[in-house]
């Protein structure tokens, strides 16, 4: 690459770095054949190699968007396990069951191993000439692209490819994401994503934020959870105390659980801030005004928890500063959901725990490659464009929406209105199924890339308020198909349809990046005189580079002008209970549900396997006539499933809740027809300010459909026996795998 065939602002934007100063280290001395290796043959081993010792290379977790550091553990050349990498502020060395099952991912046999257009196998020159036909004479406005969350040097190729189509049309979705969390806290702290300290705080109260199973950054708050709970540290043993309608992961670790009327959690928030009043925190006026008709006694009635309860939890709050309390999934997902979490904020901000266990955090230097968080009021445009016939070709990257969208959207009947639609998967998902062009992926572990993390932990003893940083991810075995290939190979295949010139020296995603990270050293860590081979190889051995992040602050103001409540909304008499759509540690949003040993790991609290089931408090479950194993019924205005009831004191007696992930109708023969998609009968009811799906707003009825079965679990009065264990025995059987048909 010739720095000098177009200007430096343009060539700093190709390569990631735009929009910011950046000190270009060893310009005009790195070329493209430094970003090329040596191949050699495995009968001359690399020196390192020793058969049976295996080697360890690291990478970067692709199971979410967490972003854990992770070491591949790789023998006589393939991936076997992969371990957290020690290093990582992230994840200090540990990893999530969902991550372990990334290997599952990449082994996986129902990958998609060739382009298919119209479900036929085709060649990549094929498949690239139909975008490139379907894009002649389209203009930019009529192409859009969906993604979910997006960070990294594939991040810039993915912007420069929508510059040079002259697009803006990129439409970011996340299925589950803390979207109203986000504006809430920018509102409230001053940025979207602070660090929150568990490991400082004295006492917890988590509003529904289940953050040691799948909330933000689970591992690296399992981490501090561990320092929180140690009765050695200075501040001693934490109390955790969690406030949710369903009890989560982290609900069943709390020293005790609340179980709140669905979306009270706002004015639960508002009792609390009046007995701290009445217990001598000192509250601002305009504060103490806002928050004086909630009594305790009132919320309570409101709220469903005693209004004794509610003076303990001040009580505890006062007496153990500093303490932390979280808004979460629970506490957003209704019509008031922003103003539950700005209520929630607004006790941190009495407690004076800003700035001392919610603490700001930095920004990455480079806009390019700071990570693009996803929502769904992003899929709501999508939806009502491709409604309108406004767009003629449409991509679809990292997101399925088509499973996670509810019925009453019409989302696929929108989608095949596109003349063409473009869908880039590792599986045949439903979304890749509606599509016209499926473009086969490498998995996590054969592809280059970089990632950046929403969620930006800093190392002990770091500055922490600058301290970004910036994960590789590297293949850690050869591919194990020839015609599966890198999503930043196939944005720059696309960009050199566009801009020939400006990419043609990059012969793939590898060169680009190494040419990337080598003109960027000082920024980097390194030094102008630093080898490039050194420290390119220094680099990917970490896997970690600290960047100089851009410190942020958080305010510590809030006023009552932030304390707008709107009532909880109800339930109807035809539909007389809350539906809670459950996000579990291992199958999030359902993305990786064709992993077998995520379908086959109990849930953490039920103990179910391979199927989706129906949460019921007992008293309920009583009311109706439903024993455990029944079949149910669950319908809501927008459409209906059924599974099998599940008897729990863990859930509010006015709520029912329904895992989600389960439900597929595609993706692969351990997702297909595993259970019932809850995200079918969500009714299309969106919180106030955001524009959000509000997750929790879907009231439904429960009836009996007279069939029964014996659900698959572990706990059970046979103290965890296989009991149930042929159900399993028949599903994998009905699933035989033809061996003969593997590569
Ligand atoms: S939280 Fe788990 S799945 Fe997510 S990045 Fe970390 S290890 Fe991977």
Known sequence: MKENDFNRRDFLKVLGWGGTAVALSGCGNTSIQDGQEIVTSYVTLPSYVIPSIANYFNSTCAQCDAGCNIMGRVR????LKAEGNPNSPINRGKMCGLGQSGVQAHYNPDRIRQPLLKGQAVTWEAALGAINDKLNGVKGEQVAFLTGGMSGHVQALFGNYMDALGSKNHFSYEAISPAVLRVANKKAYGMAMPRYRIDKARVVVSFGADFLGAWVSPVNFAQQYAQFRKGTRPEGRGVLVQVEPKMTLTGANADSWIGIRPGTEGM???????????AGIKLPADIAAAVKDYTPERVGVNTGVPFERINKLATLLKERSPSLVLAGDAAEGYVNGSQNALAIAMLNHVLGNVGKTVEAAASVPFPQIAPTVGSRSSLNKLNDGLA????KVVFSYGANPVFSAPAAM????????????VAFAQYLDETAQAADLVLPLDSAMEDWGTVVPEYMAAPEGSDADTYAQMSFRQPLMQKLYPDT????DI???LLKQRKADEYKDFEDFYSYLHNAV?????????KTTDDDDIFWDETLSKGIVPLKGVAGSVSAKMSAADLKLSPATGTDTNYPLRLIPAVSASMRDGRNANEPWLQESPDPLTTVVWDSWVEIHPKTAAKLGIAEGDIVEVASKSGSIKSQAYLFPGIHPDAVSVPVGYGHEGMGRYAKGVGANVFSILDPVFEQETGELALNETNVKISKTGQRVIIVKEEGPLGGSQDGRPKIAVQVQADKVDLSKEV
């Open 76 to 79: 006589e050349g393939r991936v």
């Open 268 to 278: 639960l928030a508002l009792g609390v801030i009046n007995a701290l009043g009445s």
């Open 388 to 391: 309108a016939g406004k767009y």
């Open 410 to 421: 019409k989302f696929k009947d929108n989608f095949v209105k596109a003349d063409f639609k």
């Open 485 to 488: 290939r890198g999503v930043g």
């Open 491 to 493: 944005l720059l295949a």
């Open 518 to 526: 080598l003109k960027n050293k000082v920024a980097l860590g390194g």
